[in-house]
Each structure stands twice: as structure tokens, then as C-alpha cells.
């Protein structure tokens, strides 16, 4: 009679063990699924902070793009006006210009003859 006893023990053993690897399956199960969507969740946040990022570098390079052109034009100008001075001085004086243009040259030429 104890061995009919052990032998029942056993198997009601063994049936608790299936139970309880039937629900160690169905929870591996769950975390298999949940880690999946864990991860494409996190794929997308990637992404949309990839695309947030390129969106900021590309209205970032069009405000530097903007202010060079601006200080281009302002340069632009203040040559042209530069170059407007400077012939309407030729024009008044032209005797003091061919002296400056005549010393400028010599110098240019000392500088690039090498005898110093």
C-alpha cells in the first residue's frame, strides 16, 4: 500500500510539473512577444529622433546659408561703394591719383625686384 501511495505521489508530481512547464512556456511566450514589440518600439523612437535631428541640421544650414548671403550682399555693397569713391576721387584729382597709382607701383617693383 505505501508503494501505491508513492506511485500516486509520482505521477501527480509529474502532472504538476507539466502544469508548470506549460506556464513557463506560455510566459517565455509573452516575453518573446513583448521583447519584439520592446524592440520596434524603440526602432521607431531611433527614427523619429533621426529624422528630428536631420530636420534641425537642414533649417540650421539654411539660417547659416541665409545670413552668408546676407553678408555677402553687404560686402557687395560696400565695394561697389568702395569702387564708386574711389572713381569719383580719380575724377576730381586726377594729377594726385596718377602720383599715388606711380607710387605704388614703385613700390610694388622694389618689393618684387629682390634688391633690397
Known amino acids: 500500500m505505501a508503494e501505491a501511495a508513492a506511485?500516486?505521489?509520482t505521477k501527480s508530481s509529474d502532472k504538476s510539473h507539466e502544469a508548470e512547464l506549460k506556464d513557463l512556456y506560455a510566459m517565455l511566450?509573452?516575453?518573446k512577444a513583448d521583447m519584439k514589440e520592446l524592440t520596434r518600439t524603440v526602432g521607431e523612437v531611433g527614427k523619429a529622433e533621426a529624422n528630428r535631428a536631420v530636420d534641425t541640421a537642414k533649417a540650421k544650414g539654411k539660417e547659416v546659408k541665409a545670413a552668408g548671403e546676407a553678408q555677402i550682399d553687404a560686402l557687395r555693397t560696400q565695394a561697389e561703394?568702395?569702387?564708386r569713391a574711389t572713381g569719383q576721387y580719380v575724377r576730381e584729382n586726377p594729377t594726385a591719383a596718377?602720383?599715388?597709382a606711380a607710387g605704388l607701383g614703385l613700390l610694388v617693383g622694389f618689393m618684387l625686384?629682390?634688391?633690397?
Request: a positive charge; proline letters at 0%.
Open 113 to 116: 625686384s629682390g634688391r633690397r
Open 98 to 100: 596718377l602720383g599715388i
Open 81 to 83: 561703394d568702395y569702387g
Open 7 to 9: 506511485l500516486k505521489t
Open 29 to 31: 511566450d509573452v516575453l
